[in-house]
């Protein structure tokens, strides 16, 4: 695969220097970097399977546990690359041999290196030569040097989206039979909710935070996720003991925090005020944002534009990077350009002009960045399906144009860039009929969402009856 300068977001200008140096399918995760999720499974990345820990609890030894070693040994010795390459077939796994296969699947069919990847290998910069220097044949690193680590508490989350599991909210257990449903599993157990019944916390906190200080200088950033990180105490836990440790402080550890948007205190205690103004403008938010008023709502179950854009503008004060994570999907294809147009109303004002102000005068829309990902593991809700009924297809594909037209006239480079790949990807690739399962899948999880939510997707989303009729004429 080989990939050209202009395909890849310019904001991730290490990724072809280092692929060069290393094969064009390098991934530098399994030497820099640790995700920490809240059953207590720790890999390398998020797109990957197996859990590294094998029998040991101990950080540095998961971090060599066999399953890491080889990892790291078949992307050294090309065995990552035959197979990425090669005519797989692509099965969960909690081997070496499938543990990338995720990323392999998507970048066969776009032809681009994926997000994970692109990130992966940036952050990487400062260390990964080091690593790969003095990683043995078995694919053993003696000397550990994290770059980055991404921490999942727990469950706990207050929202209950549409594309979102159990596994990653405590409110979806009120909801759990419509996303069993969703992906085909008609044998549930229904259950009272209860959040403790749903609640995955399984992470040794002080474990993990004396691993963090052991490794306090190559460590770059740290990025809390869940869930919702702002409802978890192990979240200010951790902050504290970097501000015990001056790691707030310039040349210390960066934050990046994916959020909702519906959290601004905890334990009556303003977040923003206590913590993350002390890492002044080192810390990084990123919000969730599918779409706004009744469709947004309806997407993130819990969401509310009011209180979203009050947490939007209050982050902005403090002069931190901020940027919307937007996913594309079935229920918000047709209306990326509306949802665009909102973004220019509610929330490029507020970004600081040339002068450093506020206002609607001279915002300036290269500070305003959305990062755009689809919902490709749920077959049932994935925004390419609708290339499966042509009224749709073509409505979308112009939606897109006018997006990618807008954002280039906006001066938005990154967004039309990001837009123009899903735009290739979804005018190349084929998209074959989806299984009878996934239809009845789609028909049965929605009835039931509004059943158990009191909501109507037919009113909300009109425009997506031809998808409907599709789905329910299997």
Same mark, same amino acid.
């Given at each position: 695969m080989k990939v050209n300068s202009k395909d890849i977001p310019n904001w991730y200008p290490n990724y072809i220097p280092l692929t060069e140096k290393y094969g064009e399918r390098f991934c530098a995760a399994p030497w820099t970097s640790l995700i920490i999720e809240a059953t207590g499974h720790v890999k390398f990345c998020c797109m990957t399977v197996g859990d590294l820990r094998e029998d040991s609890a101990n950080i540095s030894d998961i971090v060599n546990s066999s399953l890491g070693n080889n990892v790291r040994k078949q992307f050294l010795n090309g065995g990552m690359t035959k197979r990425a390459n090669s005519d797989v077939v692509f099965e969960k796994g909690e081997n070496s041999d499938t543990y990338c296969d995720a990323c392999w699947k998507l970048e066969r069919n776009t032809n681009l290196p994926t997000d994970n990847r692109l990130s992966n290998n940036q952050w990487a910069d400062n260390v990964i030569d080091n690593l790969v220097q003095n990683t043995d044949e078995t694919g053993r690193i003696d000397k550990q040097a994290p770059a980055w680590i991404d921490i999942a508490f727990s469950n706990k989350c207050n929202f209950s989206c549409i594309g979102c599991d159990s596994f990653n909210s405590t409110s979806i257990g009120k909801y759990e039979s419509a996303f069993q449903l969703r992906d085909g599993n008609r044998d549930y157990v229904n259950k009272t909710f209860k959040e403790s019944d749903w609640l995955q916390s399984n992470v040794n906190v002080e474990e993990l935070i004396n691993y963090i200080l052991e490794h306090k200088d190559t460590i770059e950033h740290i990025h809390f996720q869940g869930?919702?990180?702002?409802?978890?105490?192990e979240v200010y836990q951790t902050m504290d003991r970097l501000i015990e440790h001056d790691l707030h402080k310039p040349n210390g550890i960066k934050l990046w925090i994916h959020t909702n948007g519906s959290i601004r205190k905890? /334990?009556?205690?303003?977040?923003f005020e206590k913590y993350l103004s002390k890492w002044e403008d080192r810390f990084w938010i990123t919000m969730s944002h599918d779409g706004y008023g009744p469709r947004g709502e309806y997407i993130r179950y819990g969401y509310k534009d009011k209180k979203w854009l009050e947490t939007y503008t209050r982050l902005l004060e403090?002069?931190?990077?901020?940027?919307?994570?937007?996913?594309?999907?079935?229920?918000?294809?047709?209306h990326q350009y509306e949802c665009l147009e909102w973004y220019v109303d509610n929330c490029l004002p507020l970004i600081p002009d040339a002068d450093g102000g506020h206002g609607p005068d001279a915002p300036d829309p290269r500070a305003f960045s959305i990062a755009v990902n689809p919902w490709n593991g749920l077959e049932c809700y994935r925004y390419l399906n609708v290339k499966l009924v042509p009224e749709l297809?073509? /409505?979308?594909?112009?939606v897109l144009d006018k997006c990618i037209n807008r954002s280039n006239?906006?001066?938005m480079n990154n967004y039309s860039q990001v837009l123009s790949r899903y735009q290739s990807e979804f005018r190349t690739s084929g998209v074959p009929d989806i299984r009878d399962l996934d239809k009845e899948n789609f028909i049965l999880s929605i009835n039931e969402l509004d059943k158990l939510r009191g909501t109507n997707f037919h009113e909300t989303f009109p425009e997506l009856k031809p998808w409907w009729d599709y789905c329910k004429d299997k």
């Open positions: 869930g919702e990180p702002f409802l978890m105490p905890y /334990k009556g205690v303003d977040i403090y002069g931190c990077t901020l940027t919307i994570q937007h996913s594309i999907n079935i229920f918000n294809i047709l297809f073509e /409505k979308a594909s112009d006239e906006l001066g």
